[in-house]
């Protein structure tokens, strides 16, 4: 979606709250790949979700199948949300933002990339705290229903396989 603080803040919660079971249910569960990951992801003024699963043993099109069918399952993750729980994820969030760098190095980048990814915002991050602490709980849950479960959600799916692939793509 199109950036701007409080879509930010939505989306980083959800990859708060979903990250965890991605990797169980995808990962340790089904044992689908060595790498599976999900995360929010911005570029530019576009924010985007990404699930990630490299395999060598099943194809991409069964990792699609897969994904889409955990995607349809998300919406138990929110409907179980507890108050406590989404406090934790925010006051998680919270704490990785304000957490200040931890080398001259650290600082250095993080000034970088407000002068050139935020155009010189240097309260970048102080603003997207002020924004999660307004969150309210029934807002992520409305973003996760828009990121997982809308159909009229744009999505880019990239498959990709090895050359000793040789199943017939469906």
């Given amino acids: 979606g199109e950036m701007d603080l409080s879509n930010h803040a939505k989306a980083s919660l959800v990859a708060s709250i979903v990250e965890s ?3 169980t249910q995808l990962r340790t569960n089904q044992q689908l790949g060595y790498i599976v990951w999900s995360y929010n992801n911005r570029i530019e003024d576009r924010l985007f979700f990404r699930l990630v699963i490299q395999s060598a043993t099943y194809d991409p099109f069964e990792l699609k199948a897969r994904v889409e069918a955990w995607m349809s399952r998300t919406k138990k993750i929110f409907d179980k949300l507890t108050d406590d729980e989404f406090e934790r994820h925010r ?16 600082v ?51 498959l990709i396989r090895s ?6 793509i469906p």
Wanted: aromatic share 12%; hydrophobic share 35%.
């Fill in 21 to 23: 079971d991605f990797y």
């Fill in 91 to 106: 006051k998680g969030f919270i704490v990785s933002l304000e957490k200040k760098g931890d080398s001259i190095a650290e």
């Fill in 108 to 158: 250095t980048s993080n000034l970088y990339y407000y002068a050139t990814q935020e155009k010189g915002n240097f309260e970048f991050k102080s603003q997207l705290v002020r924004v999660v602490k307004g969150l309210k709980k029934e807002e992520v849950i409305s973003a996760a229903r828009e990121i997982f479960l809308e159909s009229k959600t744009p999505r880019l799916i990239t």
């Fill in 163 to 168: 050359k000793s692939n040789n199943k017939p």
